[in-house]
């Protein structure tokens, strides 16, 4: 079976961009299933034009439709995947042990009032595109594109309010996956308040004891 890294965490933890690093370091593919799902929609493939038609209707893509395209998006004799955004589910986490060999789940843990914090001070330019954040990655000038001086938004999704339900929805689904993982011993949970680099360091470092 093939080798499997999960990634789990809230918008705003940083988790893509560890699962990034991870792959990057050890040639593993990092799948994440957002980006799966917007490359076979602009594909058009038959799964693409499945897919679109799913979330058209505005209800969310039934597992197996997840585990087909999963499947028809691996390379070739890979060392193993690094998911991002997958499992959502108790079914995906069991499809997910069944068919790889899982070896671990990292969980970059952060509080619903830090994601809160996180998310809604996300901004990107509403010309170029460009992704600010009013913490960590502020305008020289307020509400302002550094770049092309167009004018810094909230993304359409980030409501406040679409914002507090995606957190509520995060933490009620991950409590049962992370109980899961932590029972089959598969669990690290790292502190998402540390450092990028520090936190890439702590996970190579589990990684080469695995
Ligand atoms: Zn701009």
């Known amino acids: 079976m093939t080798n499997a890294i999960v990634f789990l965490g809230i918008q705003g933890s ?15 593919q990092h799948v994440n299933i957002g980006d799966l799902f917007r490359e076979q929609i602009a594909s058009q493939s038959e799964i693409g034009q499945l897919v679109k ?34 499992p959502r589910n108790r079914a995906q986490a069991k499809f997910l042990m069944a068919n790889y ?18 998310i809604t001070s996300r901004r990107v330019c509403s010309s170029c595109g460009e992704n600010y954040n009013l913490i960590s990655r502020t305008p020289k000038l307020e509400g302002i594109c550094d770049l092309c001086g167009g004018e810094l938004k909230q993304r359409g999704d980030d409501s406040d309010a679409a914002i507090a339900q995606r957190v509520k929805e995060f933490y009620a689904q991950t409590y049962s996956l992370k109980k899961l ?7 690290l949970s790292i ?11 702590d996970i190579k470092e589990d990684f080469n004891s695995l």
């Open 191 to 201: 502190p998402a308040s540390k450092g990028i680099v520090e936190i890439s360091e």
């Open 53 to 86: 038609s799913i979330i058209a209707r505005g209800d969310l893509v039934d597992d197996d439709t997840v585990f087909k395209l999963i499947s028809s998006s691996l390379q070739p004799s890979i060392a193993g995947i690094i998911f991002d955004g997958f």
């Open 14 to 28: 940083g988790k893509g961009t560890q699962a990034k690093l991870l792959a990057e370091w050890t040639g593993y």
């Open 101 to 118: 060999k899982l070896q671990r789940v990292y969980y970059l843990s952060l509080g619903q009032a830090e994601a809160l914090k996180r």
């Open 181 to 187: 993982f932590a029972d089959s011993g598969l669990l």
